[in-house]
């Protein structure tokens, strides 16, 4: 378990010739991390099996005020929790790795009475292949999952710094990453040369889908 709280007084002043902003920002997150797991093992066999179950509370608030600024704050309460449950296999020789694993997830979002449910699996693939002494192949494929958190519920435009306001839709967002890398390195007597592809397909998803994450550029004398 842990828990952290930002200092009580931390503000972002801004001054200008026509007045100024005050950002203020406070926040408190506690959260838990719990792990069961077994694991089998039988010559170069080896299947381990975790059972993960994590939650996470955020309480944040935000204040902007300045000349003809109204209603510019925020106050949140919002409660993820996790629920994993992620078999994996690996199969190893001295110089050979196979390693495969299936997380299948599930997550809540609470906000006030509102709540939004995920459900997702993340495939995971890793080769490692030593072919000689001066030759080894990898390739890594992974996809995964993530649904955001309590920034993402901001209503009001929060001051970064002096030029950058940050603005977010309000709701639940997410993201899903593909993943993919291979590489072959093959090595002589004098200096290595390695090559390596590694494509990678990033999508944000949004509950419902319709507004995205945006920063505002603002210019004040």
């Not at 930002?6 to 959260?31: A, H, K, R, T």
Request: aromatic share 10%; with cysteine; net charge negative.
């Amino acid at each position: 378990m842990a828990y952290s709280a930002s200092p009580p007084s931390y503000s972002l002043n801004i001054s200008s010739g026509d007045g100024g902003i005050l950002q203020s920002v406070s926040g408190e997150v506690f959260s838990s991390e719990n792990t069961v797991s077994a694991v089998w093992e039988k010559s170069h066999n080896r299947i381990y099996i975790p059972l993960i179950f994590n939650t996470q509370t955020d309480w944040l608030k935000t204040d902007r005020t300045g000349d003809g600024l109204t209603n510019e704050d925020n106050d949140l309460h919002v409660t993820k929790a996790a629920l994993s449950f992620s078999p994996q296999y690996e199969y190893s020789l001295r110089d050979f790795v196979l390693r495969a694993e299936v997380p299948v997830r599930g997550d809540a979002i609470w906000r006030g009475g509102d709540m939004t449910e995920y459900f997702s699996v993340c495939p995971e693939l890793y080769l490692n292949w030593r072919l000689s002494a001066r030759s080894t192949v990898r390739t890594e494929v992974s996809y995964s999952r993530n649904i955001g958190d309590v920034l993402d519920f901001l209503t009001r435009p929060v001051q970064i710094d002096r030029t950058t306001l940050r603005m977010v839709p309000g709701m639940a967002l997410g993201q899903q990453i593909s993943d993919s890398q291979r590489s072959l390195r093959f090595q002589d007597s004098f200096e290595p040369m390695v090559c390596q592809c590694r494509p990678c397909l990033c999508q944000e998803l949004e509950e419902p889908a319709s507004v995205r994450h945006g920063e505002r550029r603002q210019h004040i004398e």
